[in-house]
């Protein structure tokens, strides 16, 4: 729902804040990576995750791309919710948690406060892989003066489908240069 906040910090603590963005203040819970990366500022930029339960909505906040990424790869996981992410998230770095799940790093990840070694295990064995290719696959690319090719491309990856296989969709159509962006997605929608 919301992609990231900008704006002025209120209230700074090593797990919430307060960010008045346009004179609306939303209270955001954050890792404390974040908070060490953003402690001295008075403005910034906070990545948002907005958890809806039927008693609560949670906004999380997170400084970069690369750790909210990280955040929902780790809710994916039975057993893991918003707040054992969160305190993975403060106790590791993303590229601690990283080298603990590619090296099988059990004893790394138990001592992160709620984790067990089942839990611990269950991490490691469904993160495999997925997190080491993190910064190229999970960041949406933000292009300037998109073209009509690339505007569909951005849409399709935004579908849930594969960049390459988007890419060779693209490729087949003939025309693409007149067509609208709505008349490409559909055209390589129809060819893949």
Known sequence: MFAFLEGDLVYKSPSLVYISVHGVGYELSITLQTYAKMQHLDKCRLYTHLQIKEDAWALFGFYDEE??????????INGVGAVTA?????SLTTDELVAAIA?????????VKGIGSKTA????????GKLSNLKNSSSPTIV?????QEDALIALVNLGINKGVA?????KIKDAATLTV???IKQALRAL
Not at 86 to 90: A, G, M, V
Not at 144 to 148: I, S
Request: avoid cysteine; proline fraction near 0%.
């Open 86 to 90: 969160r305190i993975i998230l403060s």
């Open 167 to 171: 890419e060779a969709a693209l490729k």
């Open 103 to 111: 090296g099988d790093d059990v004893k790394t990840l138990e001592k």
């Open 182 to 184: 709505e008349q490409l």
């Open 144 to 148: 300037k003066h998109n073209t009509t």
């Open 67 to 76: 750790e909210r990424s990280t955040f929902r790869q780790l809710l994916n």
């Open 121 to 128: 295990q269950r991490i490691i064995l469904e993160l495999k």
